[in-house]
C-alpha cells in the first residue's frame, strides 16, 4: 500500500502539469520547530495528514471536470455550488488543505518574538495589549471542544481584529473575515508530545509564531477584504492551497 505522501509524490509531476491539487513542501524541516512541536509529530502533521487531504480532494473530483478549475479555497466558500453527493468530503478536504497550507506559514523557526508595526497597533486598539491578545488566544483554543482551529482575522466589515474559533476544517473567510494568523487544536497537532495537555501546546505554541507572515497578511488584509473570489480566487492558480 502507497501511503498518502508518497502518493501524493509520486503525482506531483503530472499534477503540475494537470488540475490537482499538490502538498505544499514545509517551509522548513519538520524537527526546526522543536522543542516547541516535535519533529515526528510534524513529519507526521504534514506527510500523511495534510498529504491525505490533498490526495483525498483530487480523487472526489476526479469525477467532477467542472469544479477541477475551482481552487480549492473557492470550494470551501462554495460548497452550495457543489453537489450534494460529495459536499461534504469536499469540505472536509479543501478545508483541510486550505487550512494546513496556511498554518505551516504562520510558524517559524526564527519567528521574531512580537508583532510589531501596524498589526501590533491594531492587537493593542482590538485587544488592549499583546499580552491580553494572547491570553484570549489561547483562551479560546482551550475552550474549543473537539477538533478546530483558532483563528486571528479581521472582521469583514472594516478591519476589527478578532478570534474566531471553527470546528473541522472550515474557516472564517465563509463569514468574510480575513485569516492573519491560525493554530491547529486538532489532537494530531500536539498529542504525540503534549498527550491530553492541550493548554500546554498552546502557550509553547507563542515560541514559534511566525509574526513577519502574520504582519504581512495584516498589510494585505484591506485588499483581501474587497477581493472578488468568485473571480480571482476561483481559478486553479493556487494549487497549493494557500490563501493568497
Ligand atoms: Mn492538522
Known amino acids: 500500500m502507497i501511503d498518502a505522501a ?14 490537482k491539487h499538490l502538498l505544499p513542501p ?26 491525505s487531504y ?25 460548497l452550495g455550488d457543489v453537489p450534494k453527493k460529495i459536499r461534504t468530503a469536499v469540505r472536509h478536504n479543501a478545508g483541510g488543505h486550505v487550512n494546513h497550507s496556511l498554518l505551516w506559514r504562520c510558524m517559524s523557526p526564527a519567528p521574531g518574538g512580537a508583532p510589531c ?23 479560546a483554543g482551550e475552550a474549543l471542544f473537539g477538533s478546530g482551529w483558532i483563528w486571528l482575522a479581521r472582521h469583514g466589515d472594516g478591519g476589527r481584529l478578532e478570534i474566531y474559533t471553527t470546528s473541522g476544517h472550515d474557516n472564517p473567510m465563509a463569514q468574510g473575515h480575513v485569516p492573519i494568523l491560525v493554530n491547529d487544536v486538532w ?12 493548554s500546554d501546546y498552546l502557550q509553547a505554541w507563542w515560541s514559534i509564531v511566525n509574526w513577519e507572515e502574520a504582519a504581512s497578511r495584516f498589510e494585505r488584509s484591506d485588499r483581501s477584504a474587497e477581493r472578488d473570489w468568485e473571480g480571482e480566487g476561483g481559478l486553479l492558480a493556487e494549487r497549493r492551497g494557500v490563501i493568497p
Open 6 to 19: 508518497r502518493a501524493v509524490a509520486l503525482d506531483t509531476a503530472s499534477a503540475q502539469r494537470s488540475w
Open 26 to 51: 514545509l517551509p522548513y524541516r519538520p524537527a526546526a520547530l522543536e522543542p516547541y512541536i516535535d519533529g515526528r509529530t510534524m513529519a507526521l502533521h504534514h506527510d500523511k495528514h495534510h498529504a
Open 54 to 78: 490533498v490526495a483525498n480532494l483530487n480523487s472526489i473530483l476526479e469525477d467532477y471536470p467542472e469544479l477541477r478549475e475551482r481552487s480549492a479555497l473557492w470550494l470551501t466558500l462554495h
Open 117 to 139: 508595526g501596524a498589526l501590533a497597533h491594531a492587537i493593542e486598539r482590538d485587544f488592549e495589549s499583546i499580552e491580553r491578545f494572547k491570553r484570549e488566544f489561547t483562551a
Open 187 to 198: 489532537e494530531h497537532a500536539y498529542y504525540l508530545k503534549y498527550e491530553n495537555r492541550r
